[in-house]
């Protein structure tokens, strides 16, 4: 309308490490989310290659090809690089700058007392990771947040106490230097849990993962080896869907006919071959506009790499007038 100012959007930052192929359960855990994002907020994606790193930095072979995979399953997700900026976080060396200058002020106590630092240490105790890296990689997310002046961050619950320590370091930079940067806010996820198909969490490291990559076929025959409610043999058998993956997918996929899929597995009226048939049909017309927009990239690997080229020429920008001020603020 004519004399409205529209106000700027609010800016949101997050990131993926590009550890390879992405799998519906980080389509509903984040992506979808992300995708959602975009209408609202001035989104940045970040390909965190160097937090990719700060746990897998013996075996470095497979980092490049991952980074363009993962903006492959961004952009087959939905992620519009028109409306988004998406980038790859060690072509902003800006990002290292804030990161090494905020480490003067940071407490290593703050670092060490950080819960996912222990948690880590024990769950990962074949991989040497007690370096310096890892124990400064929530100190690098904040820099990867804060030098975007981000508003807001999509987060699970498990994630808040990066993001509070983040914004101390914050309200300790501003401190000691003057307001620089805004604290940012969490933004929490509706998370939708996916099992695998064996039941466990979805994990390409378990090997019970679906590909967003998967076509038609392979979408079938993941769903045909989904365990199912072990004390049914017939199809007249009282099921109990609580037990089964099938009921999990269908709680994610098919929500609107939910309450019905329950009722006729406990009254015995369907039978698990129809409800695998039912949900194939279901996650097939899900995925068949991400493989749509996949074909559109996956043969022209440059204009990927453009794409990610012109965002990180975007993000380095609003990166550099960041530290300008940061320079201007610390006398450096
Ligand atoms: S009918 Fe469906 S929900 Fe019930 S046990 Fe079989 S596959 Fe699972």
Redesign the pocket.
């Known amino acids: 309308m004519k004399g409205m100012v529209s106000l700027p959007r609010k800016r949101i930052m997050s990131g993926m490490r590009p550890t390879g192929r992405l799998h519906l359960g980080n389509y509903l855990g984040a992506l979808e989310n992300w995708v959602r994002l975009q209408d609202e907020y001035e989104c940045f994606f970040c390909v965190v290659d160097w937090h990719a790193l700060t746990t897998g930095y013996e075996d470095t072979s497979d980092i490049r090809a991952n980074i363009r995979e993962m903006a492959v399953d961004w952009l087959s997700a939905g992620l519009d690089p028109e409306r988004s900026t998406f980038y790859v976080q060690s072509r902003v060396k800006e990002i290292a700058e804030l990161h090494l200058l905020l480490s003067m002020v940071t407490p290593v106590s703050w670092l060490e007392r950080v819960p996912t630092y222990k948690d880590q240490l024990q769950q990962l105790a074949a991989k040497d990771i007690n370096t310096y890296g890892f124990l400064g990689y929530p100190l690098l997310q904040t820099a990867d947040i804060v030098i975007f002046k981000a508003d807001f961050v999509p987060v699970g619950e498990d994630q808040l106490p990066h993001l509070e320590l983040a914004r101390e370091i914050v309200r300790r930079f501003n401190n000691f230097y003057g307001p620089i940067f805004p604290e940012p806010q969490p933004k929490l996820n509706q998370v939708t849990m996916l099992p695998g198909i064996d039941g466990r969490k979805m994990s390409k490291s378990y090997g019970n993962d679906i590909s967003m990559a998967a076509a038609a076929e392979d979408i079938k025959s993941r769903v045909d080896m989904m365990i199912?409610?072990p004390a049914?043999i017939r199809k007249s058998d009282p099921?109990?869907?609580e037990v089964?993956t099938?009921?999990s997918f269908?709680g994610a996929f098919s929500r609107d006919e939910l309450a019905q899929?329950e009722l006729?597995?406990r009254a015995g009226q369907?039978?698990?071959v129809q409800?695998?048939r039912n949900l194939t049909a279901r996650l097939q017309a899900v995925m068949a506009p991400l493989q749509e927009r996949r074909s559109r990239y996956i043969e022209r690997p440059e204009l990927v790499d453009e794409i990610l080229a012109a965002g990180s020429e975007k993000a380095r920008r609003v990166a550099a007038a960041t530290m300008e001020q940061v320079r201007a603020a610390m006398r450096i």
């Open positions: 199912t409610d049914r099921g109990h869907p089964c099938v009921h269908h899929i006729d597995c369907i039978g698990c409800c695998k």
